[in-house]
T-cell receptor
Framework: ETGVTQSPTHLIKTRGQQVTLRCSSQ?????VSWYQQALGQGPQFIFQ???????GRGNFPPRFSGLQFPNYSSELNVNALELDDSALYLC????????????FGPGTRLTVT | SQQGEEDPQALSIQEGENATMNCSYK?????LQWYRQNSGRGLVHLIL?????REKHSGRLRVTLDTSKKSSSLLITASRAADTASYFC?????????????FGGGTRLMVKP
């Protein structure tokens, strides 16, 4: 197992609500990336944070936002939840200047009803 | 959208047989990585091959890369029931941090005891 942790493990929300997912990166890693994985598909890149700033973003609307803290942990916030937001949300940490090899957490399973 | 496409989408073999999975991608890359995912959990990094490498080995894993054809293959030799999982290729388009990994749709491997 990697040293990346995510919370909560599972979450059920209602359409229109807001959700915050949390991630603690592996020791020594300063970059955090978030991915959305729908059932039966590969992970889709949401965004990456480096030195507390967004450092790349995938094709996701602005209601997906994030933060990175001085200790390199991170949050993913999703506003105005839609049914299609139901997915496994994966956090991955890495160290800048390396080969972008990423260490994934176990994920948060979000269900929107 | 996903850059990589894995082939086959699903593979079922007997224990002891070899499993080969293929990945194709569309744009130039810095490196290509293979990840494994057990049953909706986090991804585990298996192996990374740089764009200037053609073949790499790690234990029972062998990866090849053909940048002229924009394709890669992952071979698992002498498969075990514990190898049952989904396998994803992911491409890194640039050097250093600050960029996303683009994942394919995955190959679901089942190894029967």
């Amino acid at each position: 197992e990697t040293g990346v942790t995510q919370s909560p493990t599972h979450l059920i929300k209602t359409r229109g609500q807001q959700v915050t997912l949390r991630c603690s990166s592996q020791s020594g890693h300063n970059t955090v990336s978030w991915y959305q994985q729908a059932l039966g598909q590969g992970p889709q890149f949401i965004f990456q944070y480096y030195r507390e700033e967004e450092n790349g973003r995938g094709n996701f609307p602005p209601r997906f936002s994030g933060l990175q803290f001085p200790n390199y942990s991170s949050e993913l916030n999703v506003n105005a939840l839609e049914l299609d937001d139901s997915a496994l949300y994966l956090c991955a940490s890495s160290r800048a200047g390396t080969n972008n090899e990423q260490y994934f957490g176990p994920g948060t399973r979000l269900t929107v009803t | 959208s996903q850059q990589g496409e894995e082939d086959p989408q699903a593979l079922s073999i007997q224990e002891g047989e070899n499993a080969t999975m293929n990945c194709s991608y569309k744009t130039s890359i810095n490196n290509l990585q293979w990840y494994r995912q057990n049953s909706g959990r986090g991804l585990v990094h298996l192996i990374l091959i740089r764009s200037n490498e053609r073949e790499k080995h790690s234990g029972r894993l062998r990866v090849t890369l053909d940048t002229s054809k924009k394709s890669s293959s992952l071979l698992i030799t002498a498969s075990r029931a514990a190898d049952t999982a989904s396998y994803f290729c992911a491409t890194d388009p640039s050097l250093g941090a600050g960029n996303m990994l683009t994942f394919g749709g995955g190959t679901r491997l089942m190894v029967k005891p």
